[in-house]
């Protein structure tokens, strides 16, 4: 099975930045760097967001309308590592941050929450003057 850790979250200031970390172990049979991999949120009182996604190569990404712009999925399959770097953070962008891996570039199977892939235990991260 896979294990993801996601780190990085944190509190920071409106329009401050923050870089997100997820790291991947193990096998499902194929390993981390082979999944699709998402990042999703669930603010305070909400549902849950999908954020971006990245392939397993790194060179197809996408994110949802409300953070281009702002926010860049990366992955470093030498090190089992994707990235969500945030700028020009809002309060807004205040949630539980989780990483997903996925054996398909659908996004569908987002959905219901932990149905589906791997996820991480998730990240706080917390934007506030």
């Known amino acids: 099975r896979l294990v993801l850790v996601e780190s990085g979250g944190g509190l920071v200031q409106p329009g401050g930045s923050l870089r997100l970390s997820c790291a991947g172990s193990g096998y499902d049979p194929l390993p981390f760097s082979s999944y699709w991999v998402y990042w999703v949120r669930q603010a305070p009182g909400k549902g849950l967001e999908w954020v971006s996604t990245?392939?397993?190569?790194?060179?197809?990404?996408n994110y949802a309308d409300s953070v281009k712009g702002r926010l860049t999925i990366s992955r470093d399959n030498a090190k089992n590592t994707v990235y969500l770097q945030m700028n020009s953070l809002t309060r807004e962008n205040t949630a539980v941050y989780y990483c997903?891996?996925?054996?398909?570039?659908?996004?569908?199977?987002?959905?219901?929450?932990?149905?589906?892939?791997?996820w991480g235990q998730g990240t706080q991260v917390n934007v506030s003057s």
């Open positions: 990245i392939n397993s190569g790194g060179g197809t990404t």
């Open positions: 997903v891996a996925l054996e398909t570039g659908d996004s569908s199977f987002l959905f219901p929450f932990k149905a589906y892939g791997y």
